[in-house]
């Protein structure tokens, strides 16, 4: 069964840190560029970062940028996201994503796998 499954969210305070996790099962993830994506209520999904199946680029959003890092496991199928100086604006549904042989690993529509999210809430 091909799956990603998200761990490591919940509640912090602002300027708080939390480091989220993504393991496949099922599937390698060499190959397959991995994308960090979010979902606050009422918004559209948005990119966090992503890098590409080749590992040769990566994209942060804008508001992530320098706050946020993405790493890759030594057991390689599994991926972190480290979340340092929350904001409350970063309060949203975190998911991870994996797509097949992407050389472009910004948009959302070319991802074949998707995990069920996990909830990130900033408030003090």
């Known amino acids: 069964q091909v799956q990603l499954v998200e761990s490591g969210g919940g509640l912090v305070q602002p300027g708080g840190s939390l480091r989220l996790s993504c393991t496949a099962s099922?599937?390698?993830?060499?190959?397959?560029?991995i994308g960090w994506f979010r979902q606050a209520p009422g918004k559209h999904r948005e990119r966090v970062v992503c890098?590409?199946?080749?590992?040769?680029?990566?994209h942060y959003g804008e508001s992530p940028r320098g706050r946020f890092t993405m790493s890759i496991g030594t057991a390689k199928n599994t991926v972190f996201l480290q979340m340092n100086s929350l904001k409350p604006e970063d309060t949203a549904v975190y998911y991870c994503?994996?797509?097949?042989?992407?050389?472009?690993?910004?948009?959302?529509?070319?991802?074949?796998?998707w995990g069920q999210g996990t909830q990130v809430t900033v408030s003090s």
């Open positions: 994503a994996a797509g097949h042989l992407l050389v472009d690993c910004r948009p959302m529509n070319d991802y074949d796998h």
């Open positions: 099922g599937f390698t993830l060499d190959n397959y560029a």
């Open positions: 890098i590409n199946s080749s590992r040769s680029s990566t």
